[in-house]
C-alpha cells in the first residue's frame, strides 16, 4: 500500500524563561536576548504532528486522526497549555523550554502511545517565523 502522511495541528499557550543558572542576568540577556526576562514571558505555540505509514487495506486510514486528536489532547496539551513550561512542566526542570527542548519533550511524550510502524515527526512553531522539527534521529 502506498505510504502516506496524516497531519493533526494543535495549539498551546505557554510561559517560560531561557537561561542557564550560573550565568549572570547580563550574561544571559546577552545570549537569550528577551527570552531571559527573569519574569518569564509567553508564546502561542503551533503545534504540527505527522505520522507517516502504510494506508491499512480495510479502514482506509493511516491512523485515525481523532485519537491522535484525543493523544495530543491528554499527553500534550493539558501538560503545557496555560502553564509556565519551567516551573510547571517537570521535564523542564533541568532543561531549558527552547523550541528545540520543547519539540523533543513532545516527540518523547507521543512515541510510547504510537503504533512501531508509523513514522513520527513534530513540528512545533513558537512564533509565525521561527520553527524546528524533530524525527527521533
Ligand atoms: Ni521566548
Do not use: Q
Request: charged content about 25%; some cysteine.
Amino acid at each position: 500500500m502506498p505510504k502516506v502522511t496524516v497531519h493533526r495541528k494543535a495549539h498551546f499557550n505557554a510561559a517560560h524563561r531561557l537561561y542557564c543558572k550560573d550565568w549572570s542576568d547580563e550574561k544571559n540577556f546577552e545570549i537569550f536576548s528577551k527570552c531571559s526576562n527573569p519574569n518569564f514571558h509567553g508564546h502561542n505555540y503551533e503545534l504540527i504532528v505527522s505520522l507517516t505509514g502504510e494506508i491499512d487495506p480495510i479502514t482506509g486510514y493511516v491512523y485515525d486522526l481523532g485519537v491522535l486528536k484525543d493523544l495530543i489532547k491528554s499527553e500534550i496539551e493539558e501538560a503545557f497549555d496555560h502553564k509556565n513550561l519551567n516551573i510547571e512542566v517537570v521535564e523542564f526542570k533541568n532543561l531549558n523550554p527552547t523550541a528545540e527542548n520543547i519539540c523533543v519533550v513532545t516527540y518523547n511524550k507521543l512515541r510510547k502511545h504510537l503504533p512501531e510502524n508509523l513514522d513520527l515527526k513534530i513540528t512545533l512553531y513558537e512564533t509565525p517565523r521561527n520553527f524546528v522539527s524533530f524525527s527521533g534521529d
